[in-house]
Nanobody, 115 residues
Framework: QVHVVESGGGLVQAGGSLRLSCAASGTINGYSAMGWYRQAPGKQRELVAVIFSGGDTSYPDSVKGRFTISRDNEKNTVYLQMYSLKPEDTARYYC?????????WGQGNQVTVSS
């Protein structure tokens, strides 16, 4: 069983920055991928960043250039650094770990960007 726990988040003004952390219970170096998703009220959950086992990353256009995903294998932790935040970035952010073709989710952390 894989457990992931998010931390960080909170309230920030538009244009500000936040960093989210995701601590995993296992050795993330062996995970197929780890990603960050977000879900705003009334909307579907969407991927905002993913880092693959080889280190490649991918972002949707909506956050490209503003969000950066990174990982620390020694700490089994993945980070999402968010810059130039916009009110439309307001959502609950979830960390996921893809292990043996199964997705494991954290409970999520709220990020609220005020205008």
């Amino acid at each position: 069983q894989v457990h992931v726990v998010e931390s960080g988040g909170g309230l920030v003004q538009a244009g500000g920055s936040l960093r989210l952390s995701c601590a995993a219970s296992g050795t993330i170096n062996g995970y197929s991928a780890m990603g960050w998703y977000r879900q705003a009220p009334g909307k579907q959950r969407e991927l905002v960043a993913v880092i693959f086992s080889g280190g490649d990353t991918s972002y949707p256009d909506s956050v490209k250039g503003r969000f950066t995903i990174s990982r620390d294998n020694e700490k089994n932790t993945v980070y999402l650094q968010m810059y130039s935040l916009k009110p439309e970035d307001t959502a609950r952010y979830y960390c996921s770990a893809l292990v043996n073709k199964l997705n494991y989710w954290g409970q999520g952390n709220q990020v609220t960007v005020s205008s």
